[in-house]
């Protein structure tokens, strides 16, 4: 199938069949394709957390807008994401680069004197603003891939940051939770949309051309 009849088929599944998993393989594809996805001069600002231990999903529950899709889903994809950018996290991501591609240290040095002055020029809210966006991007492409594996997924930000944050130790790792994905196997019998035509707006209304 092609990219768009993937995306036609995929919809935001609200409940999932409580004893099924997504196999490791299709759950690899799908955090490769968040892995693979373009960021803001490259720097890769987020952190992908795969929840897949019971324990914690149930921790997780009673900040959940959907808390069975918490519970019942096999695998809780968390995006979050640096809480500020730094000259020390610019540097490595560079310092990485320039050697996976033989290149001396500080070949960027221009352009990363640039970025830290102009980051630097911002609040951090701002530049928490900034790196959730990136994430974002992942999330797409991860979601994309799991329709094109035919693997059920929902979207979502109905949760307790907090929470998240909290159960998952995200502080001290430098981390603030952003948006999840619940991945599974839909049940069709709670799924109430799954049965439901997919609604967006027509190309003539979505797009303006100049």
Known sequence: MSLLEDLNWRHAVKAFKPNETVSQENIDKIVEAARLAPT????QPFRLLVVEDQDIKNKLVKGALNPECMQECSHVLIFAGWKDYSEQKIDEVYDMTTDKRGLPRGRFSSYTDQLKAYVGSKSAEENFEHIARQAYIAMGLALAQAAELKVDSCPAEGFSTDLVDEVLELDKLGLKSIALIYV???DP????????AK???PTEDFVINY
């Open 184 to 186: 599974g196997v839909a």
């Open 199 to 201: 609604v967006r707006l």
């Open 40 to 43: 803001s001069s490259g720097l």
């Open 189 to 196: 019998e709670r799924d109430w949309v799954g049965s439901m």
